[in-house]
């Protein structure tokens, strides 16, 4: 017996060393249901980029199905050469933190030169894009306008143009998939969070909104840039990011999950009024409501009262561990999407508000909030008229309308463009 039980456990031994090992060779990694173009690519063997001087836009979200970096595979790539790196928010491998502003370093495994595309420079200059051939962006996205990704790749993509250098998107999935909701940015309201007249939720892959944005003449002085889209294989629009099996990289430290997503839309443009909690400093970011004079319960039970579809709410209390509100006892609500396709995200932080301003009159964030907030809370709405609109009642009805009146229309234009 004892014979049998030491080769039963050398047997565990040696399957868990194979894994182990097979793991670090990334073999066992399953294949997924959907391919990004990174995959796409690798399958080809970058044939794309045979002969090629490359510069790479990209961050932590940049690696293949078996979370190789696109980095360190297009740097041992035979025929590619990679010769820049760009980071974004966050850096190229994602070890910055959210809002810090790096200059010009090298990446210490390459030893390749990383220029900041999110310090004095937002814009790839000139001499950055020196002796480059194929300007690549691979970055997962979170399908909202005022998240700064998007904002970085239209960027890059007028610098390629002025340089004459191919542009080229390894696309990804768009957690939101195909839903698209709120107003277009409206002139005068142009900036890095609304850097682009499209909704807030705009329905499109990354790969797909480059197109959009060149043959919609969105770019600098309607300039074109030679855009190469390298296609995703097996997504479509009703797919959810689970659906995919592909693994999820957090594309910030707030954005941590692949639900975050969708909450970062529920909850985020209210946040940036920070007045009331969206959750973030807390376990939970962009899930919650809260602020130290709200009765969790009472908001709860207002919330589930209003009947809304595919979406519940529960009553929490919590301190956050850093940021705004640090080591303070917090009372509110946690969201609950339950049915992602019937649910309007964009809606219920105007809920809130209007259930909130029943209950604390006299903490309405828009009256607490400085001016400095109140100006981004436009920038991120894409113009004053929704703060407007909804302050005049406190009334989710009063500004519903404007909020809803651009989707057909984008959504007749945009999908034009869909590769998917």
Excluded: C
């Amino acid at each position: 017996m004892k014979n049998i039980i030491k080769s039963i456990l050398i047997t565990q031994l040696l399957l868990v060393m194979g894994l182990s090992m097979a793991f670090a060779q990334g073999s066992v990694a399953p294949k997924p249901n959907v391919l990004t173009g990174l995959d796409v690519l690798e399958q080809s063997n970058f044939s794309q980029l045979q002969g090629k001087r490359v510069g790479l836009i990209t961050n932590a979200t940049g690696v293949n199905y078996k979370l190789q970096t696109n980095i360190d595979l297009l740097h041992a790539a035979e025929g590619v050469d990679l010769v820049a790196l760009y980071g974004p928010e966050h850096g190229v491998r994602g070890d910055i933190s959210a809002g810090d502003y790096v200059e010009t370093y090298i990446d210490e495994k390459t030893g390749i030169t990383v220029f900041s595309i999110y310090g004095r420079n937002r814009k790839p200059t000139q001499e950055m894009l020196e002796g480059v051939d194929v300007l690549i962006y691979d970055i997962q996205d979170v399908g909202s306008r005022s998240y700064t990704f998007i904002s970085s790749m239209g960027l890059a993509m007028e610098a390629a143009a002025e340089k004459g250098i191919t542009f080229m998107v390894l696309d990804r999935p768009n957690p939101l998939g195909g839903k698209i909701e709120g107003n277009l940015v409206e002139d005068g309201y142009i900036s890095f969070v609304s850097q682009f007249k499209i909704p807030y939720v705009y329905g499109m892959t990354s790969g797909e909104l480059a197109i959009f944005l060149n043959e919609e003449g969105m770019l600098e002085g309607g300039a074109k840039v030679d855009l190469d889209i390298v296609a995703m294989e097996g997504w479509n629009r009703d797919m959810s990011y689970p659906d995919t099996g592909l693994p999820w990289v957090p594309t910030s430290p707030h954005i941590p999950h692949t639900h975050t997503a969708i909450y970062y839309t529920a909850t985020g443009i209210i946040g940036e009024l920070q007045i009331v909690s969206e959750g973030v400093g807390y376990t939970m970011p962009f899930e919650l409501f809260g602020a130290p004079w709200i009765d969790g319960q009472v908001m709860a039970e207002r919330m589930n009262a209003l009947g809304l579809d595919g979406v519940m709410f529960r009553p929490v209390t919590w301190r956050p561990y850093y940021g705004r509100n640090q080591g303070e006892v917090l009372h509110g609500i946690q969201v609950y999407v339950t049915d992602f396709s019937k649910v309007n995200l964009m809606s219920l932080q105007f809920l809130f508000l209007q259930e909130h301003h029943v209950l604390h009159p006299d903490k309405n964030p828009f009256s607490l909030a400085t001016e400095a907030r109140i100006r981004m809370f436009d920038r991120v709405a894409g113009t004053s008229k929704v703060r407007e609109l909804f302050s005049q009642n406190m009334k989710y009805a009063d500004v519903e309308a404007f909020l809803n009146k651009d989707v057909l229309s984008f959504r007749e234009k945009s999908s034009q463009y869909y590769i998917y």
